[in-house]
């Protein structure tokens, strides 16, 4: 049943890497996104000696999972994005009338490897980081990094599908949704505790961006956890990830019946 999938995405990863030129000009470009957001804490660092409870260290250890997290996520669903484009021209009719499931479809419809560049940067950035912050390393420790990984990538693919499935009701409304999967990117780079209190509910327990790196450091590290939460509140990404999902999927069924052509 994968195998169709599987056909679809190396087609789509040679046609975008037949430019070699291009294609290298693309993964600088998304390198650079990194370099930025790194200058953009140290300079916040550079004006504070802590922020929300993290040092320079641990702060930039926050922002290069969050940035490999949403980086895997963008990869195979950041497309998801163009649904609106496809429900205003008729597009995803093409998709209906195949004999496959359409989500899948649409992820498999565009695989950007300029993203890459991203995840590699985060990943060294990353891989700096922990061996330099002291961490005792165990199998407990190893299990929580990749839980943390794979639970954020999981988060961010799960935002961007409920985006999409609100689109099915919006039709035009991208910028609306964006600004809850882009803006959930940027305050997971960020300790939870710098904002409000309604910030900080909404980023924890609704677009549960606080699970993706900043709540999974504090455990890795062995950092208090504010609110009076447990210490082990950073092994509950993936519960937060498979809640989120839950309400993804439904909202994308709900969205897919409610469509009906673009002729209708």
Do not use: K
Not at 10 to 36: C, D, K, N, P
Not at 88 to 94: I, P, Q, S, V
Not at 227 to 253: E, K
């Amino acid at each position: 049943m994968a195998e169709p999938y599987l056909v679809l995405a190396r087609l789509h990863m040679r046609a975008q890497t037949v430019y070699r030129g291009s294609f290298a000009i693309e993964l600088l470009a998304s390198v650079g996104a990194t370099v930025s957001g790194v200058c953009e804490l140290y300079v916040v660092f550079a004006n504070v000696p802590a922020l929300g409870g993290l040092t320079l260290r641990a702060g930039l250890l926050v922002f290069a999972l969050g940035h490999v997290s949403m980086s895997l996520a963008d990869l195979f669903f950041g497309h998801l994005d163009a649904l609106p484009a496809y429900l205003r021209t008729g597009t995803l009719d093409a998709f209906l009338l195949r004999p496959l499931p359409v989500l899948p479809q649409l992820i498999t419809a565009e695989l950007s490897l300029r993203r890459l560049g991203r995840t590699a940067a985060g990943a060294v950035i990353a891989a700096v980081l922990l061996a330099r912050l002291g961490i005792h390393w165990s199998a407990a420790n190893a299990a929580l990094l990749a839980l943390t990984v794979l639970s954020g990538a999981a988060i961010f693919a799960a935002l961007f599908t409920l985006a999409a499935a609100v689109q099915f009701r919006l039709v035009d409304g991208a910028d609306i949704t964006s600004s809850f999967v882009y803006g959930g990117q940027y305050a997971a780079q960020f300790p939870a505790t710098v904002y409000p209190d309604p910030l900080r509910v909404l980023f924890t327990f609704v677009v549960p961006t606080a699970f993706v790196a900043y709540l999974p450091a504090l455990t890795l590290l062995r950092l208090p956890v504010p609110d009076g939460l447990p210490q082990w509140i950073g092994w509950c990404s993936p519960a937060a990830a498979a809640a989120l999902w839950v309400v993804a999927l439904l909202g994308w069924r709900s969205g897919l019946r409610r469509y009906r052509g673009a002729g209708s």
